[in-house]
Nanobody, 115 residues
Framework: QVQLVESGGGLVQAGGSLRLSCTASGRFFNTVAMHWYRQGPGKQRDLVATLTSSDRTTYTEAVKGRFTISRDNNKNTVYLQMNSLKPEDTAVYYC?????????WGQGTQVTVSS
């Protein structure tokens, strides 16, 4: 069984920074990509950033230049560095792993940005 555990969320003032972590455990193979999604209050869950196995990164337009996705393979961990945070970044942030055969989700971590 694969588990993804997110951490690093919290309350921050506008303009501040947070770094989210997502650590994977269990047996998983052929990871195609890691993603960060977010779901704001009353909104659908949206893709924020993707990091492929070939190190290609993509970001939703709203976070380009502010967020950076990266990973540490030795720690089975993917990160989301979030800078210049805005109140509209407030959401539950979810990590997702896509393999050649499965998709796995973490439980989410709350990020709240105060104005």
């Amino acid at each position: 069984q694969v588990q993804l555990v997110e951490s690093g969320g919290g309350l921050v003032q506008a303009g501040g920074s947070l770094r989210l972590s997502c650590t994977a455990s269990g047996r998983f193979f052929n990871t195609v990509a890691m993603h960060w999604y977010r779901q704001g209050p009353g909104k659908q869950r949206d893709l924020v950033a993707t990091l492929t196995s070939s190190d290609r990164t993509t970001y939703t337009e709203a976070v380009k230049g502010r967020f950076t996705i990266s990973r540490d393979n030795n720690k089975n961990t993917v990160y989301l560095q979030m800078n210049s945070l805005k109140p509209e970044d407030t959401a539950v942030y979810y990590c997702r792993m896509t393999t050649s055969t499965n998709i796995y989700w973490g439980q989410g971590t709350q990020v709240t940005v105060s104005s």
